[in-house]
């Protein structure tokens, strides 16, 4: 993949390497990769505020759509 030479997650240019060349097909830097790997990590923990994902219930609403439908939700327990 060919990103001309810019990391994929913060569009900064990235440095080259001298040391070895399997460095020439990177895509993102160190530090931006490890952020990606933190985030999937704890996931469960980001994924509302960083991400801005909702909650979905088993019919494929949010809570709000739920809230706003001519037929809610409804939980009974027997």
């Known amino acids: 993949m060919d ?7 913060c569009g900064k240019k990235l440095r080259k390497f001298r040391v070895s060349q399997e460095y ?23 994924a509302f505020t960083k991400y801005d994902y909702e909650k979905k219930y088993s019919n494929g609403m949010t809570l709000e759509e739920n809230r706003k439908d001519k037929n809610p939700l409804v939980v009974t327990f027997d």
Not at 3 to 9: E, I, V
Not at 31 to 39: G, H, P, Q, S, Y
């Open 24 to 46: 020439n097909n990177r895509i993102y830097h160190k530090k931006c990769f490890e952020t990606i790997v933190n985030d999937v990590r704890n996931f469960h923990k980001v």
């Open 3 to 9: 990103t001309g030479n810019y990391c994929l997650a």
